[in-house]
Every structure is written in C-alpha cells, then in structure tokens.
T-cell receptor
Framework: GIQVEQSPPDLILQEGANSTLRCNFS?????LQWFHQNPWGQLINLFYIPSGTKQNGRLSATTVATERYSLLYISSSQTTDSGVYFC??????????????FGRGTQLTVWP | DADVTQTPRNRITKTGKRIMLECSQTKGHDRMYWYRQDPGLGLRLIYYSFDVKDINKGEISDGYSVSRQAQAKFSLSLESAIPNQTALYFC?????????????FGPGTRLTVT
C-alpha cells in the first residue's frame, strides 16, 4: 500500500548543530514537498523536490527518486527551526494523481 | 496579501451544529483541496476539486461536504458537527498545467467541537 515514512520521529539538538531528516516512500512520485509547521500551526513550504538537489540558505534537500527517498538537511540550526517537518508526496498513478500523502513528521526541538 | 486565505481562523462550535469553513485563493489555480490534521499526525485528504465541475472524495470524506462556488472558492461544510471532528483544517491549491504538482497551503482553521 501507499506509505510515506519519516525518520526520526523526534530530534533534539543544541543550537548550531546540523541534522538530517529522512523520508521514504513506497512508489514512484511526481511531487515531493517538504514543509515546516511552526508552533502556530502554519505550514511553510520549504522545497518542491520530486528529484534532484536544492538549497535555500541553511536548508537543503535531495530526492533520489529511483531509490524512493528524500533527505532534508538543516545546518547550523537555530531555535526558530523548531517545529514539525513534514514530507508529502504525490504518487505517479492515474487514480491518485495530484493527491498529497503526508508522513507523520519529525518533531525538531532546538535548544539555545 | 496571502495567496490562499481561510475563514474563520479559529472556531468553537457545539455538537450537532452546522458549520462552514471557507477558502479563497488568488493564485489562479484550478485545483483545490481540503485536509485535516489531528494531533501527532500528518494531514489527510477530505475532498479535492480539479475544477468547478469536478469534485472528488478523499480518504476521510464521511461527515463532510464541499462546494466549489467558483474557481477561486472552495468551502467545506460539517452538516452536524461531532467532537471527533475537532482538528486543524487546511485548504490547498495547485496548478498542474505546467506539469508541476506543487501545492500551496492556507494558514489553517482550528476547529473545536464541544
């Protein structure tokens, strides 16, 4: 069945540390997005990355579509990076085209 | 101004009441979606619409209905609210005319059913 698995479920870091979040998915995809949900509940688009590598400041992401995983890297973490990080995918099938399936998220806590 | 807006942002209602959540977008996208998020979980799809005349059920449509009044507006209704519909609700849009499937989310509506 359709699966989107994120790891680790929880991550606690000290400010300045680096981290890697992982997303595994069960089938070929035409969309993969990373989101940050802030403490107020808002979903912030981080990356649209169905394949390849992208960077935005201290954040970068890589998706290896053939091996069905994506990685989100956070470097020099700051307290404002705290929150939940979600991976969401849309699978490359006609019946589910365009529908996003979300993982359960990684809860990141960054201490000063 | 935000591209995807949701009203209300917060709502407390009582069991059995009818409630409507509204979503508007200025992105010109043809596709719109309603998701709900329960504590500790990712988002799950309630309904989606690929254009004004095309509305489809998602994973968890029971107890909900929708209306696509225009390309820019997509409303979600709870006909008779129950406590387990307490959740954070998100509207999203996408435009797949360019073969790009990225979705854009509104700020969310926090609904509490007592």
């Amino acid at each position: 069945g359709i699966q989107v698995e994120q790891s680790p479920p929880d991550l606690i870091l000290q400010e300045g540390a680096n981290s890697t979040l992982r997303c595994n998915f069960s089938d070929s995809v035409n969309n993969l997005q990373w989101f940050h949900q802030n403490p107020w509940g808002q979903l912030i688009n981080l990356f649209y990355i169905p394949s390849g590598t992208k960077q935005n400041g201290r954040l970068s992401a890589t998706t290896v579509a053939t091996e069905r995983y994506s990685l989100l890297y956070i470097s020099s973490s700051q307290t404002t990076d705290s929150g939940v990080y979600f991976c969401a995918v849309a699978f490359d099938r006609g019946s589910t085209l365009g529908r996003l399936y979300f993982g359960r998220g990684t809860q990141l806590t960054v201490w000063p | 101004d935000a591209d995807v807006t949701q009203t209300p942002r917060n709502r407390i209602t009582k069991t059995g009441k009818r409630i409507m959540l509204e979503c508007s977008q200025t992105k010109g996208h043809d596709r719109m979606y309603w998701y709900r998020q329960d504590p500790g979980l990712g988002l799950r799809l309630i309904y989606y619409s690929f254009d004004v005349k095309d509305i489809n059920k998602g994973e968890i449509s029971d107890g909900y209905s929708v209306s696509r009044q225009a390309q820019a507006k997509f409303s979600l209704s709870l006909e008779s609210a129950i406590p387990n519909q307490t959740a954070l609700y998100f509207c999203a849009t996408s435009d797949q005319g360019q073969g790009r499937y990225e979705q854009y989310f509104g700020p969310g509506t926090r609904l509490t059913v007592t």
